[in-house]
């Protein structure tokens, strides 16, 4: 998915919508497999429109499917909200020369698998200017299946910010995503910060041979 954080082309930001994810209250397997085929879905269509895609016109032919993991339930988490109020803005890295300007929103710290883990959610301070974008958060990360199964420079999830007052967040990695990077090298894309390396494998989402 080539989300409005995950990819610009090097001369200028892509139309279309994110598939962000918002806070409802937590949903039972069989309807969270409904909304994790339904993003699936979305995000087939997406990269077989020419006006999103980063896929070749050839690949957007013969796209059937996106390559994905099967949907695993236990990767979809309850997590505590910690807004972070007094972050200061920062150049993220990106895999080119582009340095855009984030902020750190607030933390996100869940359990997973047994073990305490936590990840930062940011805050783009250009696209968070425009009408109807102002409510998007950015989550990229690193994991374990990382160049063994996932896209080796990390894959991407999209949030709404919560209402004022939330403490809890869901969160799902079975609607973890590839930057544009991964299909097209004429896209500049954030790279995970450090502080989001996460030392576990994240065997959902989309999947990538490289």
């Known amino acids: 998915m080539k989300s409005f954080f995950s990819a610009l082309p090097v001369a200028a930001l892509l139309a ?39 896929l070749t016109p ?3 032919q013969a796209l059937v499917s996106l390559p994905y993991y099967p949907t695993q339930y236990r990767y979809y988490v309850t997590a505590t ?9 920062f150049a993220m890295e990106t895999s080119t020369a582009r340095r855009p300007t984030y902020r750190k929103y607030g933390e996100l710290r869940f359990v997973l698998n047994g073990q305490p883990q936590r990840l930062s959610v940011y805050q783009e301070q250009e696209l968070m200017k425009r009408p109807g ?5 950015f989550l990229p990360f690193t994991d374990l ?16 910010i919560p209402p004022r007052g939330t403490t809890v967040m869901q969160l799902d990695f079975n609607r973890a995503y590839n930057p544009s990077c991964a299909y097209n090298h004429g896209y500049s894309c954030p790279v995970p910060p450090a502080e989001n390396r996460l ?12």
């Open 133 to 137: 974008l102002d409510d998007y958060l």
């Open 199 to 210: 030392a576990v494998a994240i065997p959902v989402g989309v999947q990538s041979e490289h």
């Open 145 to 160: 299946t990382n160049g063994h199964g996932s896209y080796g420079g990390g894959r991407y999830i999209d949030l709404r």
């Open 81 to 89: 909200f910690v807004r972070d109020s007094t972050s200061r803005p």
């Open 16 to 54: 279309g919508s994110a598939q962000a994810q918002t806070a409802p209250a937590h949903l039972d397997s069989l309807a969270h497999r409904q909304t994790v085929l339904a993003f699936q879905q979305a995000l087939n269509a997406e990269f077989r429109n020419p006006k999103e895609s980063p």
């Open 58 to 60: 050839a690949e957007q």
